[in-house]
Structure formats: structure tokens, C-alpha cells
């Protein structure tokens, strides 16, 4: 299948700093990326459709300017958490699909463990 | 928002024994899928069906589509302690672009 890589990882900050957390589509051309959230034990919350070119989508409820979205090309879209409180410490995952021709199924990266202290 | 609710939302099971896990879904839907999730891992596509659909299998899996009653099930056979981890329905409204919205999840353990 598809490879989405998300990178990194894991990131300690401290509070007031930013963070940025990438998205790669590693085979395939996506022109459209989604960006979760999900609490321990819990779903995944939609936080945004990130668009390349254009503006990202954001979910109701989801600060813009706090969680700034930028998909500046076919394979990447990052996610940078600014001024990071310890309130956003999550499971942040990104997720695309291979063009229309590909299926309908998501491909997901392996998630970004964010605390910030 | 969320859109499918799991149940059970806990499954622990032996292991070569099957694991049922139940979907329901409020809102008409283009196609449901599943997923499954390691601990602290992304997700991994499991099985699709389309709402034309009734039922599909993959491999130990089998899923069925119940659309009058906004309802998936899915089984897993046989299952091994590696099928251990939580798995999510999620539901697509429209086309190839749409978001996917999931259900709460089902952590399935199974004993070896």
C-alpha cells in the first residue's frame, strides 16, 4: 500500500514554544492531507484538511492561528503547533490518499506523541 | 464530530477464538471502513464496504453493512494474540476528497 511517513516522532517543547510536525507521502501525489488529534483511549478528532496550494480546512472548534497548516507541495504538509501549551499535549496524526484512482482507504502516518512542558 | 459508535468498547477474548465488534453510524454514507491501531501507532486500513454493499471478506476478516440499521460488523476468525490493538469504524459521506469520521474504537485483547 501507500506509505505516509510523519515525522517526528516524539517532541518535548516547552511551553510557549512552537512545533512543527511533517507529512510526507512517500509513493504517490496527494493534493489533499488530513491532520488528527486523539487524547489517550480516545478517537481521532479532525482537526483540518490541509489543501496544497491553498488554504487548509479547519473543524470547528480548531484555532487557526494555534495549529498553522501549510501542504507547499504534492508530498508534504506540515502542522506547527505555536506558542504550544501544556493543554496540547497529544497523539497528533496525519493521514492522505493516493489519487482518486487509488481507492477510497486512508493511509496514515505513524502518529507525533507531542508534550510540552 | 463523531459519527459511528463501537461496541463493546472493550473485547477480551482467547486466542483461535472470533471477535465480533459493532458499528452503528448516524447519517447516510457513501462507504464505512476499518482500522486497526497499535498501541501509540498511526492507524492501518483493515476493509472497506460500500454502502451497496452487505458483506465482504478479507483474509480472518469479514465485514457486513447494514443500512437501514446504520449498522457494520466486524469479525475477525481465529484470532491471534497479534490481533491485540484497537480498531475504528469510520465512516465517508462523499467522494475520493471527503474526511473520514470515526467511531470511539474497540480495544480487543486477545490471551494467548
Known amino acids: 500500500g501507500a506509505v505516509v511517513s510523519q515525522h517526528p516522532s516524539r517532541v518535548i517543547c516547552k511551553s510557549g514554544t512552537s512545533v512543527k510536525i511533517e507529512c510526507r507521502s512517500l509513493?504517490?501525489?496527494?493534493?489533499?492531507m488530513f491532520w488528527y488529534r486523539q487524547f489517550p483511549k480516545q478517537s481521532l478528532m479532525l482537526m483540518a484538511t490541509?489543501?496544497?496550494?491553498?488554504?487548509?480546512?479547519?473543524e470547528q472548534g480548531v484555532e487557526k492561528d494555534k495549529f498553522l497548516i501549510n501542504h507547499a507541495s504534492l508530498t508534504l504538509s506540515t502542522l506547527t503547533v505555536t506558542s504550544a501549551h501544556p493543554e496540547d499535549s497529544s497523539f497528533y496524526i496525519c493521514?492522505?490518499?493516493?489519487?482518486?484512482?487509488?481507492?477510497?482507504?486512508?493511509?496514515f502516518g505513524q502518529g507525533t506523541r507531542l508534550t510540552v512542558v | 464530530s463523531q459519527q459511528g459508535e463501537e461496541d463493546p468498547q472493550a473485547l477480551s477474548i482467547q486466542e483461535g477464538e472470533n471477535a465480533t465488534m459493532n458499528c452503528s453510524y448516524k447519517?447516510?454514507?457513501?462507504?464505512l471502513q476499518w482500522y486497526r491501531q497499535n498501541s501509540g501507532r498511526g492507524l492501518v486500513h483493515l476493509i472497506l464496504?460500500?454502502?451497496?454493499?452487505r458483506e465482504k471478506h478479507s483474509g480472518r476478516l469479514r465485514v457486513t453493512l447494514d443500512t437501514s440499521k446504520k449498522s457494520s460488523s466486524l469479525l475477525i476468525t481465529a484470532s491471534r494474540a497479534a490481533d491485540t490493538a484497537s480498531y475504528f469504524c469510520?465512516?465517508?459521506?462523499?467522494?475520493?476528497?471527503?474526511?473520514?469520521?470515526f467511531g470511539k474504537g474497540i480495544t480487543l485483547s486477545v490471551r494467548p
Open positions: 509513493d504517490f501525489q496527494a493534493t489533499t
Open positions: 493521514s492522505a490518499r493516493p489519487p482518486e484512482t487509488g481507492g477510497p482507504e486512508a493511509f
Open positions: 447519517t447516510s454514507i457513501n462507504n
Open positions: 490541509s489543501n496544497e496550494g491553498s488554504k487548509a480546512t479547519y
Open positions: 464496504i460500500r454502502s451497496n454493499e
Open positions: 469510520a465512516t465517508v459521506l462523499g467522494g475520493a476528497n471527503s474526511k473520514l469520521t
